[in-house]
């Protein structure tokens, strides 16, 4: 049955009349939604704020896809190839002495870069070294790249915080490094130190200027130098590279399109995806604990809406009797109840949603240091939109169904069985 104005006016009057006469219980259970939804509110934009810090942070560092050739067993042994047809059974098979040096990787570079897919492609060669420095010895890796390449893809230009990149092309055994290892070292921009490859091979290397990534992996390890100085450092020729990167202009197509140029160039290859599986992963239970413990709560208020509209009831029959007994529908009676409950929701909801701002700002406002996350001076915290009409939604929803129930009992009360007693 449909009800007109003057219906609907009169209900949610009745409503704030029981309300205003339950004033306590009712804002007890207001309080119940408003700190379901701060909680909600705070948690999420934290720990969504967290991950895309993270995301930004390691996803910046990566490439959409990379191609090089994987280190594998042999199809066969020596010992299945000489005796075809019997049992061999070999344990530890070593892996077969492969190059790992990339085939036709400059022509490969020269299609990329013409395919309309690719935003920036990058080819280099890193090797494992020691930095010596006075009875300092520490184990690293150093990146040989082409510095314009490379700066495309990983906006290298923006992390040098002290020196600069020019003379890395034109001056012989020189370096960028990462600026947790030069502090480890204890070596600034100008300073020479030695360098030891896997071989025990010895240079003099003259540091040009120091990076920081935010990765302390990179920070802390890492050193780049040009393609030519690098292959001197390892005695191969200049056709040598080890690894080509990819960006593209569409990052979810990298799984696709990274199965495509591993059948073209015969090479092996990965994507942003698989590199950053565990990242990922890792997001979606975050999300998952936040969802459950926000649902919680917003749950127990649930109940405590409930309860207080049911001893509302069980208070009010007598007044439930006589608006069925001067004509109230059934329908009438219902909305009398719901109305409340949809009252107390909006109400908390809003509240919350102001709350969980203000809390999330104060929050946004800390300062953090630290040794990890080199980059962060603040707490990291994201205030998109979506949270926040999420949070109204979920408020609604539960004081909702919260409220149907008492209000379906009230609405099915036999006036004439009240007023008998």
Do not use: C
Not at 365 to 374: G, L, N
Not at 383 to 396: A, D, E, Q, R, W
């Amino acid at each position: 049955m449909k009800m007109n104005l003057t219906q609907i006016r009169l209900a949610v009057s009745i409503a704030f009349t029981y309300m205003r006469a339950k004033l306590k219980q009712t804002i007890i259970a207001t309080t119940g939604v408003t700190f379901g939804i701060t909680v909600f509110i705070f948690m999420v934009s934290f720990i969504q704020g967290t991950n895309e810090y993270t995301q930004d942070i390691v996803f910046e560092q990566s490439p959409h896809l990379r191609l090089y050739n994987e280190v594998q067993l042999a199809e066969s042994s020596t010992l299945e190839r000489a005796r075809p047809g019997m049992i061999n059974v070999v344990h530890h098979q070593k892996p077969k002495d492969i190059l790992l040096s990339l085939k036709d990787a400059r022509q490969a570079l020269t299609e990329l870069d013409d395919d309309g897919r690719v935003l920036a492609v990058s080819a280099g060669l890193s090797t494992q070294v020691f930095y010596r420095l006075g009875s300092s010895s520490l184990s690293g890796k150093v990146m040989g790249i082409d510095f314009e390449r490379e700066n495309l893809l990983f906006n290298l230009g923006s992390k040098i915080v002290e020196g600069g990149f020019e003379e890395l092309a034109t001056k012989p055994n020189s370096m960028l490094m990462g600026i947790g290892l030069a502090r480890k070292l204890n070596v600034k921009t100008g300073d020479q130190l030695q360098l030891t490859t896997e071989r025990g091979d010895n240079f003099l290397v003259t540091v040009i200027g120091l990076f920081r990534t935010g990765m302390s992996d990179i920070d802390k390890q890492q050193s780049y130098a040009s393609l030519k100085t690098v292959q001197r450092f390892l005695k191969v020729p200049a056709s040598y590279l080890t690894e080509i990167k990819v960006k593209l202009h569409e990052k979810e197509l990298a799984p696709q399109i990274s199965e495509e140029f591993q059948k073209r160039y015969a090479y092996s290859g990965s994507d942003w995806k698989k590199d950053n599986s565990s990242l990922l992963e890792g997001e979606i239970l975050r999300k998952m604990i936040v969802y459950g413990v926000a649902g919680t709560i917003l749950l127990v208020a649930g109940f405590g809406i409930f309860n207080i509209l049911t001893m509302m009831i069980y208070e009010k029959m007598k007044e439930i009797a006589i608006l069925k007994a001067t004509g109230f529908s059934d329908a009438d009676v219902r909305w009398v109840f719901l109305t409340q409950a949809f009252v107390i929701g909006i109400v908390g909801a809003v509240m919350g949603l102001v709350f969980g701002f203000a809390l999330s700002y104060a929050v946004s406002k800390v300062p953090f240091h630290s040794d990890v996350m080199i980059t962060l001076d603040h707490l990291p915290v994201s205030f998109k939109p979506l949270y926040y009409v999420t949070g109204f939604t979920f408020g609604i929803l539960t004081t909702a169904l919260s409220g149907y129930l008492p209000s379906r009992k009230a609405a099915k009360m036999d006036p004439i069985a009240i007023l008998r007693g």
